[in-house]
């Protein structure tokens, strides 16, 4: 089944740089790459998602890039903000089969004012 | 904007009692689904549930668990004996389409076994 590796685990940047996070995954079956955010005790939030047919995706300060021969895919934030701190999952699926989100193991990400 | 709802937002229990856990989804979804969350930890895949039966499930989803959608409304996942392995937040999700980006998320039942 899908493995999907997640790193770093955590990540603290100064306020106003980039943050990188990266994911693998393993089945080259799955074809859709929500990224979340979850604040301590929340649910996960969707921020934003890739489709396999797309290398990348932009949504104002987020964006997120796919390498489908590598496996690769990761979330860039820009011009980060204190309210960006939080645990970020990268996640593997297949866009419509219902089928289960796999989840990476999360980076928290700290912004350092 | 409507919302998946849990409930309880907590729960407590003895090791070996049983606990359920109830999900209100979406009306017009169709497709429902349980992960876990152990505290500080990756979240994981349950089950997933369309047309009154179970679809997929993980090897987390023993013969300990079950599920079941008992009126129109209510999506409740069944511990039958809980294990202390068996603390962590439970999220239900319900989705109108198999498309996976539909997959919406409640605010999670804590449970903690003691």
């Known amino acids: 089944g899908e493995n999907v590796e997640q790193h770093p685990s955590t990540l603290s940047v100064q306020e106003g740089d980039s943050a990188v996070i990266k994911c693998t995954y393993s089945d080259s079956a799955s074809n859709y790459f929500p990224w979340y955010k979850q604040e301590l005790g929340k649910r996960p939030q969707l921020i934003i998602d890739?489709?396999?047919?797309?290398g990348e995706k932009k949504d104002q300060r987020i964006a997120v890039t796919l390498n489908k021969t590598a496996k690769h895919f990761s979330l860039h934030i820009t011009e980060t903000q204190p309210e960006d701190s939080a645990v970020y999952f990268c996640?593997?699926?297949?866009?419509?089969?219902?089928?289960?989100?796999?989840f990476g193991s999360g980076t928290r990400l700290s912004i350092r004012p | 904007e409507p919302e998946v709802t849990q409930t309880p937002s907590h729960q407590v229990t003895q090791m070996g009692q049983e606990v359920i856990l109830r999900c209100v989804p979406i009306?017009?979804?169709?497709?429902f689904y349980w992960y876990r969350q152990i505290l500080g930890q990756k979240v994981e895949f349950l089950v997933s549930f369309y047309n009154n039966e179970i679809s997929e499930k993980s090897e987390i989803f023993d013969d300990q668990f079950s599920v079941e959608r008992p009126d129109g409304s209510n999506f409740t996942l069944k511990i039958r004996s809980t294990k202390l392995e068996d603390s962590a937040m439970y999220f239900c999700?319900?989705?109108?389409?198999?498309?996976?980006?539909?997959?919406?998320f409640g605010p999670g039942t804590r449970l903690t076994v003691t």
């Open positions: 009306s017009n979804h169709l497709y």
């Open positions: 890739i489709r396999s047919n797309v």
């Open positions: 999700a319900s989705g109108v389409d198999r498309a996976a980006y539909e997959q919406y």
């Open positions: 996640a593997a699926t297949q866009y419509s089969s219902a089928s289960k989100i796999i």
